[in-house]
């Protein structure tokens, strides 16, 4: 299979941003099952101006990846778990659902990115962000590398057993690195 080389020409930000949504569009499942207990269903996917990491809901679940190698960058990941907050053993579960769920869409992401544009990146295990002051240093590092930096989010949901559970996936990728595929 041939890999893909993008050439990136002088347009309009948005023809760009409409051609970027439309390309990472392509590299994202439309569904996955997870271990016949779950499965994930892809509802949007689009290019944003910035978004504030610290401003996630207080009873979200938050998980981020740093990404490394050609393409550089941070994923964060936020489901609203608030439905499952009254029973501990459904929430432990879920969580635990969520967070495997996030490392097998990003690894099969990672795969597609590099059979398609033969650029080899890397993920950091998975790191629980939650609301206290340990994660204030990196919810800063990540605020900070906005400035240099695509940011493309993915909206899918996360079914379990009749609940459907929201999920976003904020991908912040280093502008240059994009610019030189």
Partial sequence: MEKLKPSIQKT???????????????????????????SLRKLTVEVLEAFSPGSFHQSSMVIGFGMTGELEGFVLCEASLDEFITSEGKYRFVQGLFVESMNILLGKILTQIENTFDLMCYMTPPKVLNHDSNNTMLLKEIENFQKDSLILKATYTIQVDESAIPCNIFFEIKQNKILEV
């Fill in 12 to 38: 309009s930000p948005t023809m760009t941003s409409m051609n970027l949504t439309r390309r990472f569009d392509k590299l994202l499942p439309e569904q996955l099952s997870l271990y016949q207990r779950a």
